[in-house]
């Protein structure tokens, strides 16, 4: 397979219900979409990036600066172009994770195409089906939080994950629990803490809460495994986890008991499945992650999180959570599941009359 054309789209979709978490709040979906045609056939990458740096380093024109210039360079030199192979080619440059994830997500989808294999197969899933949690942005008062998260637990999510940030911590998870306490509960905090905060976190564990989120910054491994150690509630890394190296770091340092592994952030779905790897060697939870994907992201995300060691529920969505009309068929959740797509490549394909529609800006490359 070879590398022939590549269209990097750039689409902006409004949300349906405003985002906020610690990092800011998100009114619209801009997204960076990447069309791989290859030799073989066509294959869709999506590129978790948000507009400004925050979550991490990477931002969109950014990522779309570092694929056009040097990623899709060095996978057109590629003759026998396969996704490892791509994400080799890619590793001569440091950084940039959820840039490459971008061209791997595609050129994987090409290949697996013209396989007819799909992501869920070639990535070793062992479940048909996911079961979803909720990630609930920050409300402007409790009373209206509640009545977001009643209408979560009604449309049947398995978990409720709720976003926390100084001065908005105790008295949100107090109230939730106080009024659904049987529910599966968690917080993240998107680094938004550090270690001198550990008293008021640990007032946390009152709430009996399935895990809190990366409390504290990206390169604090040190200084998690000194909160975990003053915490009952077990602490889980999102944004410190960048590569399977990291994972083994994080595990062996006490930094972490449970892992969120999103693909975007670690450089691809073939490092997300090495850090599951190592996380199931050392009897780590995983769970899948999620960047408010369209149906093209989620697809991938849904094959990557039935893998055997994704044991709690992931942060993939039905469409209607974040867009009326979303840019593949409606991805739809029955009882709290969704299930994994079982086509080839991806499984969804983009509408792309729909795509077109929300289209801010397109660049061709030619291989
Ligand atoms: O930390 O998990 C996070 C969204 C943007 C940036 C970071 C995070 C999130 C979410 C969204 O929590 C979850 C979802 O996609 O449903
Ligand atoms: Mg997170």
Same mark, same amino acid.
């Given at each position: ?112 195409? #013209? %396989?007819?294999?799909?992501? &869920?197969?070639? +990535? *070793? $899933?062992?479940?048909? =089906? ?5 990630? @609930? /942005? ?105 590569? #399977? %190296?990291?994972?083994?770091? &994080?595990?062996? +340092? *006490? $930094?972490?008991?449970? =892992? ?5 952030? @670690? /450089? ?100």
């Amino acid at each position: 397979m070879k590398l022939e054309r590549v269209e990097l789209r750039r689409i902006d979709i409004p949300l349906s219900t405003p985002f906020r978490t610690s990092l800011g709040l998100e009114l619209n979906r801009d997204i960076l979409l990447l069309r791989a045609d290859t030799s073989e056939g066509p294959g869709w990458g999506e590129c978790v990036a948000m507009p400004e740096p925050g979550y991490s380093e990477e931002y969109l024109d950014g990522a779309a600066e570092i694929i056009r210039r040097f990623l899709l360079p060095a996978v057109a030199a590629l003759d026998e172009l396969t996704p490892a192979r791509a994400a080799a080619a890619m590793a001569a440059f440091p950084g940039h994770p959820m840039a490459k994830a971008t061209v791997e997500m595609a050129v994987m989808d090409a290949w697996l195409r #013209a %396989r007819r294999t799909s992501y &869920a197969d070639h +990535l *070793g $899933a062992v479940r048909t =089906v996911v079961d979803c949690g909720v990630s @609930v /942005g920050i409300a402007d008062t409790i009373g209206l939080l509640i009545a977001e998260v009643s209408g979560y637990v009604d449309q049947g999510y398995r978990r409720i994950k709720l976003k926390i940030e100084p001065g908005w911590d105790l008295e949100p998870v107090r109230a939730i629990r106080e009024r659904f306490p049987d529910i599966a509960l968690q917080a993240d905090a998107n680094a938004a803490y550090t270690l001198a905060d550990a008293r008021h976190l640990a007032a946390l564990d009152a709430f009996d809460l399935v895990m809190l989120e990366q409390p504290l910054g990206s390169g604090d491994l040190r200084d998690h495994a000194a909160l975990a150690r003053m915490l009952r509630t077990p602490i889980c890394l999102d944004e410190s986890i960048t590569s #399977a %190296r990291a994972a083994t770091d &994080a595990i062996g +340092l *006490g $930094a972490c008991a449970i =892992v969120n592994i999103k693909a975007g952030r @670690v /450089g691809g779905y073939l490092e997300a499945r090495r850090i599951h790897d190592v996380c199931v060697a050392h009897s780590v939870p995983v769970w899948c992650g999620g960047m408010l994907e369209t149906g093209l992201g989620q697809a991938a995300n849904l094959a990557l999180a039935a893998l055997p060691g994704f044991t709690l529920p992931a942060d993939i969505v039905p469409s209607e959570r974040y867009f009326a009309t979303d840019v593949t068929a409606p991805i739809r959740m029955s009882e709290g599941r969704i299930a994994v797509p079982g086509g080839p490549g991806l499984g969804l394909e983009p509408m792309l009359e729909v795509v077109e529609g929300y289209t801010t800006d397109v660049v061709t490359v030619t291989g």
